[in-house]
């Protein structure tokens, strides 16, 4: 399974990416939304695990274009920021689902396999 983990987090993206290749999961990261989108116009991912708020292009903004050029692409907002509104508004998007950090790790890995499934 390959994944493109999307956060402005650095620490963040080292741990779940270690974690992931862990479970034999091919991981991409990117810092931003643009970096993300470079990122999907030359490789085709299984999973985009993205994060709501980033400067720049935020998670709503950059999943709004996944889904433009890539409908059938799962994508998982991540966000640390409680947000009924983002959360909404991602789903009406076509997000997969919507998870709060910190998030259990086994709990994103199962959510992240079942995107896979149904991509």
């Known amino acids: 399974m390959s994944m493109l983990l999307v956060d402005d987090e650095s620490e ?3 741990l ?3 974690r992931m290749a862990r479970r034999n999961v091919d991981v991409t990261t990117a810092e ?3 970096q993300a ?3 999907l116009a030359e490789h085709v991912f299984d999973v985009v695990v993205l994060d709501v708020r980033m400067p720049g292009l935020d998670g ?3 999943l709004r274009r996944i889904k433009a050029q890539l409908p059938r692409t799962e ?3 991540l966000t640390g920021h409680a947000d009924a509104q983002s959360a909404y508004t991602g789903m009406q ?3 997969f689902d919507y998870m709060i950090k910190p998030v259990a790790f086994d709990e994103l890995f199962a959510k992240i396999q079942d995107a896979a499934a149904t991509a």
Do not use: N
Request: aromatic share 4%; hydrophobic share 50%; proline share 0%.
């Open 12 to 14: 963040f993206l080292t």
């Open 93 to 95: 998007l076509g997000a």
């Open 60 to 62: 709503i903004e950059t």
């Open 37 to 39: 989108l470079r990122l």
């Open 16 to 18: 779940v990416s270690k």
């Open 32 to 34: 931003s939304g643009e």
């Open 75 to 77: 994508v998982i907002l």
